[in-house]
């Protein structure tokens, strides 16, 4: 993103904190469970992975999973609900916005980027959430708590901020992208709904396949997912996930210039299209 861009959105910082308060307000104001809802949509993709684990053990005829396995889904289901959310919300933002954007002029990628930082107050709830939940772990396990305390837990805010800014970077593109061809907002639906099977999220590269699973780590979510659990569970980072991890690197900084700049250019047709 240019330092141009980077300086009209902080100036006009007031504007994304105000989208961003509302939208929080409004996605819960009718909402009977409220925040709960932040708790709930982790919890139910961690019980069906959970599910999903059981029937393959069953299927394969394997041993059941064990706490490791169940924690391993707990890591990567809650980041991948961030990353789902965030590229869901932000993609469909400026159609929720066509006022807005076509009445007063603001930087526009305001817009996605409050829906971004909307999805991003939900993630911190289940965040804090699954934290507890591993620090109960922790202390109650002690030295048979699957949780593995070491250095290595450094690499948890890299590995987030990884997912978030691919994700944002998606959801700006998107979101440019789904207000003029509003097919695009199906294709998000449904690839976001399947994605989460050929994520990692709820086995390891190696569980898929023991010669050829790495090859699920070419879909760039998965390094990042995979290497939290290792750091957690494991605490090391396996050389080969080191590569992958490199490559989603690449990725998200290639997402994120090419998601920015479709949005340029689609930005002058934005009235045509609203």
């Not at 002029?105 to 939900?122: G, I, N, Q, W």
Request: overall charge neutral.
């Amino acid at each position: 993103m240019p330092l141009n861009t980077i300086k009209q959105i902080v100036a006009y910082r007031e504007l994304l904190i105000a989208l961003t308060y509302r939208d929080i307000q409004v996605k819960y104001k009718q909402a009977v469970m409220g925040v709960a809802w932040a708790f709930f949509m982790p919890v139910l993709a961690i019980t069906s992975g959970i599910l999903f684990r059981l029937v393959m053990s069953w299927y394969r005829s394997e041993s059941l999973p064990v706490a490791a396995d169940i924690v391993g889904v707990m890591v990567k289901s809650v980041p991948w609900l961030a990353f789902a959310a965030i590229v869901g919300a932000a993609s469909t933002s400026l159609i929720g916005n066509v006022e807005l954007i076509t009445k007063i002029y603001f930087p526009r990628e305001v817009v996605p980027l409050s829906a971004t930082l909307s999805a991003l107050f939900d993630f911190a709830i289940s965040l804090t959430g699954l934290v507890v939940v591993l620090a109960i772990l922790v202390l109650v396990g002690g030295d048979k708590s699957p949780i593995v305390i070491s250095i290595q837990l450094l690499w948890v805010p890299v590995l987030l901020a990884t997912l978030i800014l691919m994700a944002t970077g998606l959801g700006i593109g998107l979101s440019a992208a789904n207000l003029i061809f509003r097919d695009v907002k199906y294709i998000v639906q449904v690839v976001l709904q399947f994605g989460i099977l050929f994520s990692l999220v709820y086995f390891t590269y190696t569980e898929v396949h023991a010669n050829y699973g790495w090859l699920m780590l070419f879909n760039p979510i998965a390094p990042p997912l995979e290497a939290l659990r290792m750091v957690l569970l494991e605490g090391y980072i396996d050389p080969l996930l080191h590569k992958f991890l490199a490559y989603s690197g690449v990725v998200t900084a290639v997402v994120i210039v090419f998601g920015h700049a479709l949005f340029t250019k689609a930005e002058s047709m934005f009235a045509e299209y609203a």
